[in-house]
T-cell receptor
């Protein structure tokens, strides 16, 4: 079975604080892909990152960083020095490596950055 | 490059009616997926089309159907609307079907069933 769990439903932080959004996944596939999407109040999901199961290197993009650990089936997302514009719902997603596999989304974490 | 477009953006229907939503993928993308997003259930996969064929289907009743045209544009139809069908319907396109293809989402169609 494929499953993505985002245990944090809502998080509030004060601007400039760091925040980590947790994502735990379940899959029996040996090849799979993990994604993070951002959904701002406007509603449109924005792609942030894709990671494949063979690449456990952490990735940093500006204030965003991702920590992928196969040993704990986690793919956590950290925002450093948060800003008000980071306020959004963040979704973690999983997709198997075979053609035709659907995306499985977590329930999302609503992040509010307080000025 | 234009993004994924969805029409209409907002729709109000009454129970028992049917509705058709439209999605135009990013140019060159051949895979289109549909999702239903509600506060209680989150993002739920409806179906995926690739080259005019349904390749994958989520756990929704037969009232939900879709199709894809030769230009990759897709429509989804919901017949005999129920109050619980009120949701944001999101369309996403990707270049191919493989798992590595990220999906790019449209702004969604907000359907309200009265």
């Amino acid at each position: 079975a494929q499953k993505v769990t985002q245990a944090q439903t809502e998080i509030s932080v004060v601007e400039k604080e760091d925040v980590t959004l947790d994502c735990v996944y379940e899959t029996r596939d040996t090849t799979y892909y993990l994604f993070w999407y951002k959904q701002p109040p406007s509603g449109e999901l924005v792609f942030l990152i894709r990671r494949n199961s063979f690449d456990e290197q952490n990735e940093i993009s500006g204030r965003y960083s991702w920590n992928f650990q196969k040993s704990t089936s986690s793919f956590n997302f950290t925002i450093t020095a948060s800003q008000v514009v980071d306020s959004a719902v963040y979704f973690c997603a999983l997709r198997g490596g075979n053609t035709g596999n659907q995306f499985y989304f977590g329930t999302g974490t609503s992040l509010t950055v307080i000025p | 490059k234009a993004g994924v477009t969805q029409t209409p953006r907002y729709l109000i229907k009454t129970r028992g009616q049917q509705v058709t939503l439209s999605c135009s993928p990013i140019s060159g993308h051949r895979s289109v997926s549909w999702y239903q997003q509600t506060p209680g259930q989150g993002l739920q996969f409806l179906f995926e089309y690739f080259s005019e064929t349904q390749r994958n289907k989520g756990n929704f009743p037969g009232r939900f159907s879709g199709r894809q045209f030769s230009n990759s544009r897709s429509e989804m139809n919901v017949s005999t609307l129920e109050l619980g069908d009120s949701a944001l319907y999101l369309c996403a396109s990707s270049f191919g079907q493989g798992g590595h293809n990220e999906q790019f989402f449209g702004p969604g169609t907000r359907l309200t069933v009265l």
